[in-house]
Antibody, heavy 119, light 106 residues
Framework: QVQLVESGGGLVKPGGSLRLSCAAA????????MSWVRQAPGKGLEWISY????????NFADSVKGRFTVSRDNAKNSLFLRMTGLRAEDTAVYYC????????????WGHGTLVTVSS | DIQMTQSPLSLSASVGDRVTITCRAS??????LNWYQQEPGKAPKLLIY???GLQSGVPSRFSGSGSGTDFTLTISSLQPEDFATYYC?????????FGPGTKVDV
């Protein structure tokens, strides 16, 4: 069955960097676009990034543009989110999700990894 | 960017009730509208895609409708496991923005 498992979260100081990973299993990873979505404590969902199946296209929310980069390694069935210049407002649970081509709907989600930005 | 609004932001209902949640986009998004359910402490779950497509495994009491700017999620007969927060999301153009969520409780 489809599985997405995020890792790499933790406590980081303001201005610091962190790299999140998402390990995919149970489907042909290289066939699917992927997204990252985050959720601040007690808040709603915020879409933050998209990467196409072959890494040709990437896109970011304005809130993270220029600070976050997304990449993938299709040979290793892995998705990454590199976060730099972290701010307190980046504190959130970060989810990776698989996107279906039909309507870019996110049909499978990982369990999330918590990133806390605090001094 | 396309802004998404939902109404109501919260509602109280009982088991067996018919529940309707509305989502509105700031500009036309055709049918690129998805609905997700999130229970506390869990990842979101896709319910409806492309405005009216029922995701595999989702009970038929969930349905979606609409196109352009106005969309609706309907739960025909609320079940105990349906008490959760519901989010709409436009996938017409990036950023693929979510609505603020509608919390359904007892």
């Amino acid at each position: 069955q489809v599985q997405l498992v995020e890792s790499g979260g933790g406590l980081v100081k303001p201005g610091g960097s962190l790299r999140l990973s998402c390990a995919a299993a149970g489907f042909t990873f290289s066939d699917y676009s992927m997204s990252w979505v985050r959720q601040a404590p007690g808040k709603g969902l915020e879409w933050i990034s998209y990467i196409s199946s072959s890494s040709t296209f990437t896109n970011f929310a304005d809130s993270v543009k220029g600070r976050f980069t997304v990449s993938r390694d299709n040979a290793k069935n892995s998705l990454f989110l590199r976060m730099t210049g972290l701010r307190a407002e980046d504190t959130a649970v970060y989810y990776c999700a698989r996107a279906q081509e039909q309507a870019n709907q996110l049909d499978y989600w990982g369990h999330g990894t918590l990133v806390t930005v605090s001094s | 960017d396309i802004q998404m609004t939902q109404s109501p932001l919260s509602l109280s209902a009982s088991v067996g009730d018919r529940v309707t949640i509305t989502c509105r986009a700031s500009q036309s998004i055709s049918s690129y509208l998805n609905w997700y359910q999130q229970e506390p402490g869990k990842a979101p779950k896709l319910l409806i895609y492309a405005a009216s497509g029922l995701q595999s495994g989702v009970p038929s009491r969930f349905s979606g409708s609409g196109s352009g700017t106005d969309f609706t999620l309907t739960i025909s007969s609320l079940q105990p496991e349906d008490f959760a927060t519901y989010y709409c999301q436009q996938s017409y153009s990036t950023p693929f923005t979510f609505g603020p969520g509608t919390k359904v409780d007892v």
